[in-house]
């Protein structure tokens, strides 16, 4: 290791122990550093330095994707199709509904979690009615749905601001918002992999008015293809100033890219590797010291390494996730129902204490 590094490491540990802000160059020099075990070991201070316990918060959820028609053909989805192709699908909000009832009774989840495509061929009532439906049939489970770009697809298929749109499905029962759609906020990056989605100032037009309006939600990075470490760390500190302005991240998400049947896999491109993943988790856990819970998505990078994540800054695993069409249409392998017992299993073997959870971070159960 050069001396330099050591020294820059060293300069931020100092940082981290005195649970000072880290700045662009620090979070540059955490990118660029191979030392992942002590990236791993700085994250982990960090977290017990604010505050974090032994805790290892997981919810169980239902994802559901109600349609995968979309207008906006990002380069890396492997999900979306036109209305014409043979696999396309839209359910009708009473269908999606059926759907969730049936497999409520196959287990006890506590949240929905819903994404979809920007389909252009339904009107603003589809969206506010599904969210009524689910809230009517199911009050008690916490509906997270539609990221940023949809509540702007939304805007553009009703004339409604932002915020109308916000207050809307709010009233209909909307819980909170997942954090998708912001991949890596820088432009190149954008014009590059998702040419055709909003700018990112719109992200976080519609986080901040969501906030504004107590609906918390989530934020994430979507890394691992053309991005550059000084482009992940302006995504992570743009992320960081707008908790400072608003207050409503609950988690971060750092998801790394699946190549598989995207153009990227035709081009030979591979997955992250593990100690890629790791390196995002911990940088991300010392960048973001304002955000209180960072996720280490088993759905993507597998249980074992979300197990060794837990060491390097994560503190929630996720969830035992009923269904999960994205991922795995980008090739993800992880079984899509993770039994608690086995989820709870690989928390104490991690030597942490499992805790089921709900969506607003409340204690559900502990083991
Ligand atoms: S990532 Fe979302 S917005 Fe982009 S093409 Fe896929 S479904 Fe559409």
């Not at 020294?7 to 802000?21: G, Q």
């Not at 207050?167 to 997942?178: D, V, Y």
């Not at 988790?281 to 304002?290: E, F, M, P, T, W």
Request: proline content about 4%; glycine content about 8%; charged content about 25%.
């Amino acid at each position: 290791m050069a001396v330099a590094e050591i020294s820059t490491l060293e300069s931020i540990r100092e940082k981290v122990e005195a649970n000072e802000r880290l700045g662009f160059e620090d979070g540059l020099a955490l990118m660029e550093s191979d030392d992942v075990l002590a990236l791993g070991e700085l994250a982990d201070l960090a977290r017990r330095v604010r505050g974090g316990g032994d805790e290892v918060y997981f919810v169980q959820n239902l994802y559901l994707n109600q349609t995968n028609v979309c207008r906006v053909k990002c380069k890396f989805c492997a999900f979306a199709t036109t209305r014409k192709q043979p696999d396309a699908y839209t359910l009708t909000p009473g269908e999606l509904v059926d759907d969730a009832l049936r497999q409520r009774e196959a287990t006890g989840f506590t949240e929905i979690h819903m994404v979809n495509g920007e389909n252009p061929h339904v009107g603003f009532d589809f969206y506010v009615d599904t969210i009524r439906l689910l809230h009517e049939a199911m009050p008690d489970v916490h509906l997270k749905c539609y990221t940023a770009s949809e509540i702007h697809h939304m805007t553009t298929l009703s004339g409604l601001s932002h915020e109308e749109v916000l207050r809307e499905l709010q009233a209909a029962g909307l819980g909170s918002l997942p954090g998708g759609g912001a991949e890596v906020f820088a432009d190149r990056v954008r014009r590059l992999v998702a040419p055709g989605k909003e700018h990112p100032d719109v992200w976080f037009h519609v986080h901040d008015t969501a906030h504004r309006l107590g609906i918390p939600t989530h934020c994430t990075m979507l890394y691992g293809h053309v991005e550059t470490y000084e482009e992940r760390v302006d995504h992570l500190l743009r992320l960081r100033e707008q908790q400072d302005r608003s207050g409503g991240f609950l988690a971060f998400i750092p998801l790394a890219f699946h190549p598989e049947n995207t153009v990227f896999e035709r081009r030979g491109w591979r997955h992250t590797t593990g100690s890629d993943d790791l390196k995002v988790i911990a940088v991300s856990r010392l960048l973001l010291d304002n955000v209180p819970n960072v996720k280490a998505s088993w759905i993507m990078m597998g249980m074992p390494l979300a197990a060794v994540a837990l060491h390097f800054g994560a503190n929630d695993v996720q969830g035992t996730v009923v269904r999960e069409e994205i991922f795995h249409a980008a090739g993800a392998r992880t079984e899509t129902e993770q039994k608690i017992e086995e989820l709870v299993r690989f928390v104490q073997e991690a030597g942490r204490i499992p805790v089921q959870r709900d969506t607003l971070y409340r204690e559900l159960r502990r083991w």
